[in-house]
């Protein structure tokens, strides 16, 4: 089992930066790649950005440029830098662990944290 607390997520305004932080425990993290997702209000849950063990990224093409993930594996955290956040980037953010293969699959979900933007 692994377990995946975030934080810092919160209100910003817009042209704002934020970074979020994913602590992971239990067995086999470092088998495991990881990821973030997010769902907007109103919208479907969207995979933002993952990350292998070996720390090669791979992002969404909303997430292209102003996102950055990355982990560090021996603090077993991983990590989301937003830049120039913009008011459509309102949603709750989760942190997952989980698989590559043709894509990226989450078998983990953490409970997610809220990021508020106002414009």
């Known amino acids: 089992q692994v377990q995946l607390v975030e934080s810092g997520g919160g209100l910003v305004q817009a042209g704002g930066s934020l970074t979020l932080a994913c602590e992971a425990s239990g067995r086999r993290l470092n088998i495991l790649s990881m990821g973030w997702h997010r769902q907007g209000p109103g919208l479907q849950r969207e995979l933002v950005a993952s990350?292998?063990?070996?720390?090669?990224?791979n992002y969404a093409d909303s997430a292209k440029g102003r996102f950055t993930i990355s982990r560090d594996n021996a603090k077993n955290t991983l990590y989301l830098q937003i830049a120039s956040l913009e008011p459509e980037d309102t949603a709750v953010y989760f942190c997952?662990?989980?698989?590559?293969?043709?894509?990226?699959?989450?078998?983990?979900w953490g409970q997610g944290t809220q990021v508020t933007v106002s414009s």
């Open positions: 997952t662990a989980g698989y590559h293969s043709d894509h990226y699959y989450p078998l983990y």
């Open positions: 990350v292998s063990i070996e720390g090669e990224a």
